[in-house]
């Protein structure tokens, strides 16, 4: 199976200071279609998961911008420009390319 | 309005059988690759199974903890998928999540193996 690591595993924040989250994959996330299938997801406590981006820079409708992927082959990253009190909760990213698909272990991110 | 509604969790004995069904509206479920993703309490994501599309097979694929005890299967003219629990052990335990191509997730149902 396809190892997803994510770091850091928490991030204390100052409210309108940028965050960064990485990603590593432990194969290269390029399918044979030409996509990456990396995908992040946010979830706040006591809340299903939320998909904020697909295909490793594809915001989804409705996401703000202050959010962006980047990343290609094995290591990608999300960072969120300026953080607002809403962003607390966890991240995780998943690899879609491999099966099974395969989750990162999350970061959880908290106003300092 | 997209809605993914699952039902059918609950407390069983290790050992037991549990049947869950997700009730999808709002969007073209026939043609929706449908997955369940679990929780286990205080832990990450995991991805469990899922089934595609008629349109490309309708066939499903499962995770190594889960394969051989749980079906997943899809009921088209109803909009519901369903996944078939036996065999179920302490740690099947977990939120259940029903999940449409991603990015339509259910509020997710319970399921606790305890003697």
């Known amino acids: 199976d396809v190892v997803m690591t994510q770091s850091p595993l928490s991030l204390p924040v100052t409210l309108g200071q940028p965050a960064s989250i990485s990603c590593r994959s432990s194969q290269s996330l390029v399918s044979s279609d030409g996509n990456t299938y990396l995908t992040w997801f946010h979830q706040r406590p006591g809340q299903s998961p939320r998909r904020l981006i697909s295909?490793?820079?594809n915001r989804d409708s409705g996401v703000p911008d202050r959010f962006s992927g980047s990343g290609s082959g094995t290591d990608f990253t999300l960072k969120i420009s300026r953080v607002e009190a809403e962003d607390v909760g966890v991240y995780y990213c998943?690899?879609?390319?491999?099966?099974?698909?395969?989750f990162g272990g999350g970061t959880k991110v908290e106003i300092k | 309005e997209v809605q993914l509604v699952e039902s059918g969790g609950g407390l069983v004995k290790p050992g037991g059988s549990l049947r869950l069904s997700c009730a999808a509206s709002g969007f073209s479920f026939s043609n929706a690759w449908m997955s369940w993703v679990r929780q286990a309490p205080g832990k990450g994501l995991e991805w469990t199974g899922r089934?595609?599309?008629?349109?490309?097979?309708?066939?499903?694929e499962y995770a190594a903890p889960i394969r051989g005890r749980f079906i997943i299967s899809r009921d088209d003219s109803k909009n519901m998928v369903y996944l078939e629990m036996n065999s179920l052990k302490t740690e099947d335990t977990g939120v259940y999540y029903c999940?449409?191509?991603?990015?339509?997730w259910g509020q997710g149902t319970l399921v606790t193996v305890s003697s």
């Open positions: 999940v449409g191509n991603s990015n339509m």
């Open positions: 089934i595609k599309s008629k349109i490309f097979g309708g066939t499903t």
């Open positions: 295909q490793s820079s």
């Open positions: 998943m690899q879609g390319t491999h099966w099974p698909l395969t």
